[in-house]
């Protein structure tokens, strides 16, 4: 099987591509990237030097598959800015197999610095091109335009999940949902039916965790799981990779040690 994922490269502090590659690996997939910019660190630090990938993106892919790269599943995560949304579009349009988007641009109700409105609408494009759409709720409150509420209920996972349904997915997984009753999980939508995932939230918030999220996620649809199976193994990876690290830090969660867990898995 191979991947291709089309994120930024994060130099210090686990996130994206840093987190993507061990665990599509760890997978036993065989896993192409494209970086859409390297950064000294993730822009949770504060000052973090950029160096955009912009001008590279369309002939690095070009390249690729004029050399003979074909992926069953392309994958997308962090852009830099909102011009590389619309280059991504045209690289998924080059590539066939499954179209796995995460519209990271922010968390906790909040857009990352650098993010915009024209990033929003940008991503919204992008979204159009996707098999599979992995927002968390704030991300998913900023494409529907449904307002962020911290403490969803089912209803409220409904109403954003069919509107996410309107880009024309095959499904949808809100993640990072911290629902009402101190329950933590995600809400997702196929086929116009609504199911979810909930365990006991264990009150510790790690930075790159939904991008090990997103990466557990499309790993295991690209094996073959179907929607709710594969996002609910991502969910368990990321609790105990929570569990595996004592202390909430910029610098990212301890996923290593349950890489072995995950290969055992599939
Ligand atoms: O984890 C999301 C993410 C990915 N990449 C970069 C980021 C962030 C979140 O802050 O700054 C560069």
């Not at 912009?54 to 790269?69: K, Q």
């Not at 619309?86 to 857009?111: R, S, T, W, Y």
Request: aromatic share 8%.
């Amino acid at each position: 099987m191979q991947v291709l994922s089309i994120q930024d490269l994060s130099c210090m502090g686990k996130c994206s591509l840093t987190v993507a590659l061990p665990i599509l690996s760890a997978m036993g997939i065989s896993t192409s990237v494209l970086p859409t910019a390297v950064l000294s660190t993730h822009t949770g630090f504060p000052g973090a030097a950029i160096q955009p990938m912009t001008e590279n993106l369309l002939p690095f892919a070009n390249h690729m598959a004029s050399v003979g790269g074909e992926f069953d599943t392309v994958c997308t995560g962090y852009l830099s800015d909102p011009h590389q949304a619309n280059i991504v579009c045209e690289i998924l349009d080059q590539f066939q197999g499954l179209k796995v988007i995460d519209p990271a641009m922010g968390d906790h109700g909040k857009l990352y610095s650098r993010m915009t409105e024209e990033h929003v609408e940008a991503m919204k494009e992008l979204c159009r091109r996707g098999d599979f759409l992995l927002p968390n709720l704030t991300e998913a409150a900023f494409l529907t335009g449904i307002p962020y509420r911290e403490n969803p209920n089912g209803m409220y996972l409904i109403e954003l999940a069919e509107a996410l349904c309107e880009f024309g997915p095959k499904g949808v997984i809100i993640t990072g949902v911290d629902w009402s009753d101190g329950m933590t999980g995600w809400g997702g939508m196929q086929n116009g039916r609504f199911f979810s995932y909930q365990a006991k939230r264990i009150g510790r918030s790690q930075h790159g965790t939904g991008d090990m999220f997103s990466a557990v996620t499309a790993g295991a649809l690209t094996l073959g799981k179907n929607l709710p199976v594969a996002a609910t193994l991502a969910a368990r990876f990321v609790e105990q990779t929570i569990l595996a690290t004592p202390a909430s830090t910029p610098f990212g969660a301890n996923f290593e040690p349950i890489l072995p867990w995950l290969w055992e898995q599939i």
